[in-house]
């Protein structure tokens, strides 16, 4: 089935350092790829998506990319903010399917 | 737009007793609402899918007589935790979805549950 490989965390970085959160996925055919966001005692928001090859999904100074040729959705952001310390979770839904395949998630803390 | 609700976000029940989590879709009508468990420092585990008007899908190795769904309506989708037990404590998350919408999952806050 489908799975997806989220870098393990947690991650700790000092405010305005660059963040990279790397995910790889399998699946058949060509699914649409989603990262979305855990802050603290609340439920996820969708983060960005792509939803084919090339395209690059971007909210809130975030960016990913998605890579066909390497199966990835690699999220960047180039200064981080103490707000962004949340959990961020990698999800891609296969094609004709509605169901997300969650990653472990990396849980980001940024420090002041 | 595109708001989840879910209530109770806290409760704490005796071993053996059930406890019912409602989600709500505020803003829209979800043809389809999912039903997600989340261990701590673990990823989120799909329980089932319910349609409007239909029986939930379960997905394997969920026990559909212990959590037990219910979606009445478009904007409304029960869980209820039968006979729950220490095992099942953990945090019980919603999302709903519609084509409307694109076919995206909006995701309620989640419902802390704490089986004593």
């Known amino acids: 089935g489908d799975s997806v490989t989220q870098m393990e965390g947690p991650v700790t970085l000092s405010e305005e350092a660059f963040l990279t959160i790397n995910c790889t996925y399998t699946?058949?055919?060509?699914?649409?790829l989603f990262w979305y966001v855990q802050y603290p005692g609340e439920g996820l928001q969708l983060l960005l998506k792509a939803t084919k090859a090339d395209d690059k999904g971007s909210n809130k100074g975030f960016e990913a990319t998605y890579r066909k040729e390497t199966t990835s959705f690699h999220l960047e952001k180039g200064s981080v903010q103490v707000s962004d310390s949340a959990v961020y979770f990698c999800a891609p839904r296969q094609g004709g399917s509605e169901k997300l395949v969650f990653g472990k998630g990396t849980k980001l803390t940024v420090n002041p | 737009g595109a708001v989840v609700s879910q209530h109770p976000s806290r409760v704490i029940c005796k071993s053996g007793t059930s406890v019912k989590i409602e989600c709500r879709s505020l803003d829209f009508q979800a043809t389809t609402m999912f039903w997600y468990r989340q261990f701590p420092k673990q990823s989120l585990m799909l329980m089932a899918t319910?349609?409007?008007?239909?029986?939930?899908?379960?997905e394997q190795g969920v026990e559909k007589d212990k959590f037990l769904i219910n979606h009445a309506s478009l904007t409304l989708s029960t869980l209820t935790v039968t006979s729950a037990h220490p095992e099942d404590s953990s945090f019980y998350i919603c999302?709903?979805?519609?084509?409307?919408?694109?076919?995206?999952?909006?995701f309620g806050p989640g419902t802390r549950l704490t089986v004593t």
């Open positions: 699946a058949t055919g060509y699914p649409s």
């Open positions: 319910s349609n409007e008007g239909s029986k939930a899908t379960y």
């Open positions: 999302s709903a979805m519609t084509a409307s919408l694109t076919y995206e999952q909006y």
